[in-house]
């Protein structure tokens, strides 16, 4: 099944520091020959990475052929069939086997590579890693984090869900708080990130019932966990300085997020109409270039590409489905960063933990319960 069209480096020393990626090639909108390009940017700044291409072979060979950076940075594994936008999760679980995008799932899986990166469908990406690479023991619901631009000193926050489940219960939203803390800590290194409840006000008494149940669920956990927990936030703090993490459920979070996105492009396509409006405006648009390259950059979605899949035995970056070969560079660099830091490993301990400790608070409960009734 494998074509190793590059021989991977003989160094043992090498091996030993290479982080190994395992990237579904087909996914996408603008096809592979944009995935291979930002793979290819990703091998030119850091020598660290290998590559696993999942795709259609005859197709993968020439695009990487024309990169000199993937030269002996890459294998290309046969995967002929394609998971389209369209298609439904249960469909794919049932005759998706022949896909890219489960071929570089089972890399993962069968440990030849630390990180799967995918473009493709996120319905069906989410329902593949559940099924192959199976939930963390005691996570009842895996979540999607996001990386949202804001005006912390690390330049970004961390939000979760971003739309894996459009549920949550106050579990959940319990775990999604230690979750969340655990990519701040290991993606943004933040030693004790803050953490907000997304809710309609910031008051106590507002909030669905089991956004208040949560509320106090996770300020009970928070000392334990390691994390300061800042009470309930606002749709406003999400690019604010108020916290680290917010958390929120999968249909919120996933709304709040395409409006950002939205809303960053609209701005953008603003200042270009405002700038090119009169002669005097374009000239003021020279004069203002490098600071609206800054600003482009700071809001260019691209540059926080890549949602991870939390709360799976195995790593998963998600990229855009529209992401172009900078977008796909970026899901790459989060990719090698979580890898680096042992991010997994170090979450299945902190929910291990977790799991302990309000295993241990129940009897507790239960022993005062039974105490009070005799």
Known sequence: MSQNTTPAPDSSEKKS???????????????????????SH??????????????????????????KPLQGRCEIID???????????????????????????????????????????TGALMALSVIRLRKLPGVYRPAIGVLWPSRNPQGYNVMLDGGADIRADERDLM??????????RNGLDLARPRV??????????KGRSEIQAANELI????????????????????????????????????????????IAGFI????????????????????????????????????????????LNGTVVKSHG??????????????FQLAQSGFNERLAARISSATMLASERDRDDDAAERGNTT
């Open 17 to 39: 520091q290479r982080v190994v990626i395992s990237v579904d090639a087909m996914g996408g909108d603008k096809g592979p020959a944009a995935v291979v390009a930002g793979c």
């Open 42 to 67: 990703s091998a030119r700044r850091n020598d660290d990475i290998y590559f696993l291409l999942h795709g259609a072979k005859a197709e993968l060979e020439p695009l990487v052929a024309r990169r």
């Open 79 to 121: 995967a002929q069939s394609v998971v389209s936008m369209e298609d439904k999760p249960s469909q794919v679980i049932r005759s998706g086997r022949d896909s890219s995008m489960w071929s570089a799932l089972e890399s993962v899986r069968n440990g030849d590579a630390t990180v799967c990166v995918s473009c493709g469908n």
């Open 175 to 184: 775990q999604y708080a230690l979750m969340g803390a655990s990519y701040a």
């Open 196 to 205: 907000g409840l997304l809710n309609v006000g910031t008051e106590e008494h």
């Open 219 to 262: 300020a009970e956990n928070a000392e334990a966990a390691d994390f300061e927990y800042v009470g309930f936030v606002e749709g406003k703090d999400l690019p604010g300085s108020a916290c680290d993490v917010i958390v929120t459920d999968g249909f919120t979070g996933n709304v709040a997020l395409k409006t950002g996105e939205g």
């Open 268 to 311: 953008s396509e603003q200042l270009r109409e405002a700038f090119k409006y009169t002669p005097l405006s374009r000239i003021a648009a020279l004069l203002a270039y490098p600071s609206l390259r800054r600003l482009r950059k700071r809001i260019d979605p691209r540059m926080a590409n890549g949602g991870v899949f939390l709360g």
């Open 322 to 335: 529209s992401a172009d070969a900078t977008g796909v560079s970026a899901a790459v660099k989060l990719a």
